[in-house]
């Protein structure tokens, strides 16, 4: 009965969503985003560690951001910019070059000390609003987007970027509906954003993961959906609860969209 039903549920999603068979996952610590992160990885645009991890909920760097996007634009040959004036990015800075063809292409700017000082913070953490503006600049991102987030008031600096970024498809928010603008991005999220702008040129369509937990009698079924959704069937007895919070946990996952229990 239990198998017939999870087969029933599976068809269903598949045929919703339309979705390719699983590829193989190059990095072990991704589970949610994995297309999108293969896929600018076989382009050369992001890059994992050394020890073959992506780490993808950890921060992206003001850099980092520039960096990949000029990857993605092809760009390499950074000589000529004039220079932007950053007080902390001279000539000679190893980054320099990077930064100044990104304000010559017009997709970053700096900021402003408090005694009017430009300057460009290189390393600082890029929150997620900083993003919206770096990528609707850069893409030339307009629309419109007929819902709301409830966090992005009308009066927000980068509202109109976060909706272009909705309005093409990039991002949906998250489940409660909102957008955590002042939140750090995560590498796993800069990989969606991405992706999902490059999907008319060739992006693979995200596949649906399946996770199979032993929880000793039976299994827990965790799925993660093309667009990011979360399902767990079943979580075994009480005892083997904590068992299944640390293996979400260590899949990056903190919350779960749907739960199903097909004997409670």
């Known amino acids: 009965m239990f198998k017939k039903l999870f087969f029933s549920l599976m068809a269903v999603l598949l045929f919703l969503v339309n979705i390719p068979a699983a590829s193989a996952n190059s990095f072990p610590d991704v589970t949610s985003f994995k297309e999108e ?10 890059q994992g560690h050394e020890d073959g991890t992506f780490k993808p909920r950890d921060p992206v760097t003001r850099i980092q951001a520039v960096q990949m996007i000029l990857r993605e634009k092809g760009v390499a040959d950074f000589s000529g ?20 063809k990104a304000v010559e ?35 030339n991102l307009e629309g419109t987007y007929p819902k709301k987030f409830i966090d992005v008031r009308d009066d ?6 976060i909706y272009a970024l909705a309005a093409n498809g990039i991002t949906e928010g998250y489940h409660d509906g909102s957008f955590k603008p002042a939140a ?27 996770h199979f937990i032993d929880v000793g009698q039976g299994d827990s079924i965790f799925i993660q959906t ?6 767990l069937i079943d979580g075994g007895k009480r005892s083997a609860g904590e068992k299944v919070v640390s293996y979400l946990k260590q899949a990056g996952v903190d919350s779960i969209d749907v739960m199903v229990a097909t004997h409670p």
Not at 37 to 46: D, N, Q, R, V
Not at 88 to 97: C, Q
Not at 113 to 139: C, V, W
Not at 156 to 161: D, F, G, L, T, V
């Open 156 to 161: 927000h600096w980068a509202r109109e970027y």
């Open 105 to 139: 292409l017009g997709f970053i700017d700096g900021k402003v000390n408090e005694k009017g000082e430009k300057y460009f913070d290189p390393y600082s953490h890029l929150t997620r609003a900083q993003m919206a503006k770096i990528l609707a600049e850069a893409y």
């Open 226 to 231: 093309p667009s990011g959704k979360t399902i």
């Open 184 to 210: 750090d991005l995560e590498r796993q999220h800069f990989a969606a954003f991405m992706a999902r702008h490059l999907d008319d040129t060739g992006a693979a369509v995200p596949d649906m993961a399946v």
């Open 81 to 100: 910019a004039a220079d932007p004036g950053f007080i902390d990015v001279r000539p000679g800075h190893p980054r320099y070059g990077e930064i100044a």
């Open 37 to 46: 992160i293969e896929f600018l990885t076989s382009k050369g645009i992001i």
